[in-house]
């Protein structure tokens, strides 16, 4: 499944119901179906600021951005369809899906979400899609009999906004229920899924862990948390740093994915390295967000973002894999660079040495890739330059027994 809107709910939600809803709303069509050129050029025009100002001087962001109509309609209009495809499009893989399930092995009579940070409810709308796709994939799995959102926001119009969706898009008026709290400490009712998408940067970095900590203790044995944020250094490193902490003082946290270790991360902001660890997701969207995308120059068919996906007491456990790759590969340019081949040749036995030779004479030559373990370390590896080796691409896991033609010896 490539598409959160390709998914047919027939439970709880109608995804194609809520897709009309957003249409409607961003407002670039007449009642016959024909675009409105204009409606759509001054709304680009307000998406590329929102998105200038998100992305490149924060400063400039106004924190009541979505009070108003338009700011509202812009962020509506380009960002929320996005945000609910990266918590699909991550969820519903195979080493996170599992987890999802274990929330429908028996019938509950609630299933409790807080969504904290909400906004127009994109992560809900995004488990509420998984959990109708999961359910007509599996037939032994039990749906609960009401799902219970907490919508965690200051900003009482937007949330107004993503729950007069949800609820015009229902297949059971009384199956779903949404209640607006202000903060975490309001939440009353233990949750199974705990959601926090693109809020974490906005937060003061001091706030972030007891934040964190006090949505973590207010959920049941076996639940989830999803922490999703922007793809970009600063966020990223940030999120590897709030991941150290929360380990550090969170009771039975266990990582789903996409850590193979719960050592420090490597990648975190008291690293002196460049990298940071974040994720791509490429899709094909929606004609109407293409049309946005149009007029605001935004492309959203490639998705970045960073995440870290636990579960408390972990429920089952995923396939064991020795190393996630954290980075895209790039190529050695070995011939003729003695220096180079040298340093890399170094700890070679002489076997390993002529193997490496005939790799590096291979068409297109090497490629490096550099890998976060199962010991928590950051290890480069070399793998031959070839499109088919899909195994080695950003965010895939290596097993242990995968045939990487050689890890390099040294650590980095």
Same mark, same amino acid.
């Given at each position: ?12 939600? &109608? !995804? ?20 409105? &050129? ?30 108003? +109509? ?5 962020? !509506?209009?380009?960002? %929320? ?52 796709? !999961? ?10 009999? &009401?799902?219970?959102?907490? /919508? ?34 309001k939440i009353l009712k233990k949750s199974d899924i705990a959601l926090c998408i693109n809020v974490f940067n906005e937060i003061p970095e001091k706030h972030r862990l007891k934040t964190l900590k006090s949505i973590y203790d207010m959920s049941n044995e076996g639940a ?47 690293? /002196? ?92 030559? %090497?490629?490096?890739?550099? %890998? ?12 031959? +330059?070839?499109p088919e080796q899909k195994e080695y691409r950003r965010g895939r896991r290596i097993k242990e027994d995968s045939e990487l033609y050689m890890r390099a010896k040294e650590r980095i």
């Amino acid at each position: 499944m490539r598409n959160f809107y390709e998914v047919n709910g027939n439970v709880f939600f &109608k !995804i194609e119901k809520y897709m009309n809803e957003w249409e409607n709303f961003i407002g670039i069509y007449d009642k016959n179906g024909q675009e409105k &050129k204009g409606a759509a050029q001054s709304l680009g025009s307000h998406v590329q600021k929102l998105w200038k100002n998100f992305n490149e001087d924060r400063s400039q962001l106004d924190k009541h951005y979505m009070e108003t +109509a338009i700011g509202l309609q812009a962020y !509506i209009s380009s960002f %929320l369809l996005p945000n609910i495809e990266r918590v699909f499009s991550l969820l519903v893989r195979d080493e996170n899906i599992f987890a999802l399930e274990s929330q429908l092995v028996t019938e509950k009579d609630e299933l409790i979400i807080t969504d904290f940070g909400c906004g127009p409810l994109s992560g809900s709308v995004a488990i509420l899609t998984l959990i109708e796709y !999961i359910l007509s994939q599996n037939s032994k799995l039990v749906a609960p009999k &009401k799902i219970y959102i907490y /919508a965690i926001d200051r900003s009482e119009k937007v949330v107004e906004v993503g729950s007069k969706f949800i609820k015009n898009s229902l297949i059971s008026e009384s199956s779903i229920f949404i209640e607006r709290v202000t903060s975490p400490a309001k939440i009353l009712k233990k949750s199974d899924i705990a959601l926090c998408i693109n809020v974490f940067n906005e937060i003061p970095e001091k706030h972030r862990l007891k934040t964190l900590k006090s949505i973590y203790d207010m959920s049941n044995e076996g639940a989830l948390l999803l922490i999703m944020e922007p793809g970009q250094e600063e966020h990223a490193k940030a999120l590897g740093t709030l991941r150290d902490h929360l380990i550090e003082t969170a009771t039975d946290c266990e990582i789903i994915s996409p850590c193979a270790h719960k050592k420090l991360c490597p990648l975190a902001q008291n690293t /002196a390295r460049k990298d940071w660890c974040w994720f791509r997701h490429a899709w094909n969207p929606p004609v109407s967000l293409n049309l946005i995308d149009k007029f605001s120059k935004i492309d959203h068919h490639e998705l970045n973002f960073s995440y870290l996906f636990l579960q408390k007491n972990k429920i089952r456990s995923a396939e064991n894999y020795f190393a996630r790759c954290v980075s895209d590969e790039f190529p050695l340019d070995l011939k003729g660079n003695k220096a180079q081949f040298d340093y890399f040749t170094n700890n070679l036995s002489s076997g390993e040495k002529e193997e490496f030779i005939e790799m590096a004479q291979y068409e297109g030559g %090497l490629q490096k890739i550099l %890998l976060c373990t199962q010991s928590g370390a950051l290890e480069s590896a070399f793998v031959i +330059a070839d499109p088919e080796q899909k195994e080695y691409r950003r965010g895939r896991r290596i097993k242990e027994d995968s045939e990487l033609y050689m890890r390099a010896k040294e650590r980095i």
